[in-house]
T-cell receptor
Framework: EAGVTQSPTHLIKTRGQQATLRCSPISGHTSVYWYQQALGLGLQFLLWYDEGEERNRGNFPPRFSGRQFPNYSSELNVNALELEDSALYLC??????????????FGPGTRLTVL | AQSVTQPDIHITVSEGASLELRCNYSYGATPYLFWYVQSPGQGLQLLLKYFSGDTLVQGIKGFEAEFKRSQSSFNLRKPSVHWSDAAEYFCAANDYKLSFGAGTTVTVRA
């Protein structure tokens, strides 16, 4: 069974540009989560999508946004990129619905570098 | 506030020696608890999880963890470390979104 996949592997942008990161969950999983792992800041929760709806977001500015498609894949968009957005962005998926939490399985990540 | 704490930033262990990584959580009720491992530049791999029941949980790669409610702890152990265990280890708690500890980097010396 295929795991969580993310694309691209690496992404290089300049300040002010927009970045789009993509994630495909494990087949059958309906929830997708995004996390940011920046140097010195650890792993921080960004967004949670379930059944096409945004269920929760972390303490990030509105220029971090995303969506979930009918096939449960997801996009993370980062607008007006800043240098401090450079990080590894991890996507995870789970079977969880709003009923209860469940195990999250992670993809390999997208390394975003902002110059 | 809900939090997960890993007191040890870095641990060095000899190959073949035992390993224990500490994790403490602060939640109103017992959350779901997880240990993940991350090799450099890679994603997170699930080692094991605790939801309820038996407080000693077995995971992959020979790892186990013990849940102690009285100490709010969920420590990870491995009896005999291999060089391939060198990585960063994260403890996490889940009440829908995962809250991670800061991570413990494990170095294995020959």
């Amino acid at each position: 069974e295929a795991g969580v996949t993310q694309s691209p592997t690496h992404l290089i942008k300049t300040r002010g540009q927009q970045a789009t990161l993509r994630c495909s969950p494990i087949s059958g999983h309906t929830s997708v989560y995004w996390y940011q792992q920046a140097l010195g800041l650890g792993l921080q929760f960004l967004l949670w999508y379930d059944e096409g709806e945004e269920r929760n977001r972390g303490n990030f500015p509105p220029r971090f946004s995303g969506r979930q498609f009918p096939n449960y894949s997801s996009e993370l968009n980062v607008n007006a990129l800043e240098l401090e957005d450079s990080a590894l962005y991890l996507c995870a998926s789970s079977l969880a619905t709003s009923g209860s939490p469940d195990t999250q399985y992670f993809g390999p990540g997208t390394r975003l570098t902002v110059l | 506030a809900q939090s997960v704490t890993q007191p040890d930033i870095h641990i060095t262990v000899s190959e073949g020696a035992s390993l224990e990584l500490r994790c403490n959580y602060s939640y109103g009720a017992t959350p779901y608890l997880f240990w993940y491992v991350q090799s450099p530049g890679q994603g997170l791999q699930l080692l094991l999880k605790y939801f309820s029941g038996d407080t000693l949980v077995q995971g992959i790669k020979g790892f186990e963890a013990e849940f102690k409610r009285s100490q709010s702890s969920f420590n990870l152990r491995k009896p005999s470390v291999h060089w391939s265990d060198a990585a960063e280890y994260f403890c996490a708690a889940n009440d829908y979104k995962l809250s991670f500890g800061a991570g413990t980097t494990v170095t294995v010396r020959a």
